[in-house]
């Protein structure tokens, strides 16, 4: 309610008031949380709120229609289930011809490689100084990354030594064994 005061010369005063509905009006929509990281797999609630002129929560919220780009799926409650794919998506809510949106980084953790073939020795037994030791391991990142270092376990009969290691090499043939010769000296 507004109200205007007259005053005369004489200091004489009459009032006059008015009453003034204001409507709220659709403005704008936040999504909360504005900004999340999470891991590949992982859910994440999101919520929408519907804004009036003056950054107010609109008394009866509407219903949103929630969508987003990539990255995984989000239910018509705003739950967002990310995929297996690394990358920065947009969630968004939208009501009345307004949107509002999110953003979300979804990372894929690093895991331990694993191990393929066990570690094998070729000739075994041994009756030489030498043998081919072989293993083939699997990376969420690459094969043709991994590194095998081989080393004695327990003790040897005599002094080892190890030559390079070999490598999984390029995909999309089936990769070789990597193999690395050891030999025993007396």
Request: glycine share 8%; with cysteine; charged share 5%.
């Given at each position: ?118 570690a094998s020795a070729s000739p075994n037994p041994v009756d030489t100084s030498t043998t081919a030791l072989s293993a083939l391991g699997a990376d969420d990142k690459g094969e043709s990354s991994l590194i095998y270092t081989w080393a004695t376990a327990g003790t040897p009969p005599a002094p080892v030594s190890f030559s390079a290691n070999g490598t999984n090499g ?17």
């Amino acid at each position: 309610m507004f109200r205007v005061t007259v005053t005369d010369q004489g200091g004489l005063t009459a009032t006059s008031t008015v009453a003034v509905t204001v409507v709220q009006t659709l403005i704008s929509i936040a999504v909360s949380p504005a900004n999340v990281s999470m891991n590949a797999s992982e859910s994440q609630q999101f919520t929408a709120t519907a804004l009036d002129q003056f950054a107010t929560a609109l008394t009866t919220q509407p219903a949103f229609a929630w969508s987003v780009n990539g990255g995984g799926t989000i239910g018509a409650n705003g739950l967002f289930t990310a995929a297996a794919t690394a990358g920065t998506f947009t969630v968004a809510a939208s009501s009345a011809g307004m949107s509002g949106a999110a953003l979300v980084t979804v990372v894929v953790p690093n895991t331990a490689p694993t191990i393929v073939t066990a570690a094998s020795a070729s000739p075994n037994p041994v009756d030489t100084s030498t043998t081919a030791l072989s293993a083939l391991g699997a990376d969420d990142k690459g094969e043709s990354s991994l590194i095998y270092t081989w080393a004695t376990a327990g003790t040897p009969p005599a002094p080892v030594s190890f030559s390079a290691n070999g490598t999984n090499g390029p995909k999309p043939r089936p990769p070789p064994s990597p193999k690395q010769a050891v030999t025993c000296f007396r």
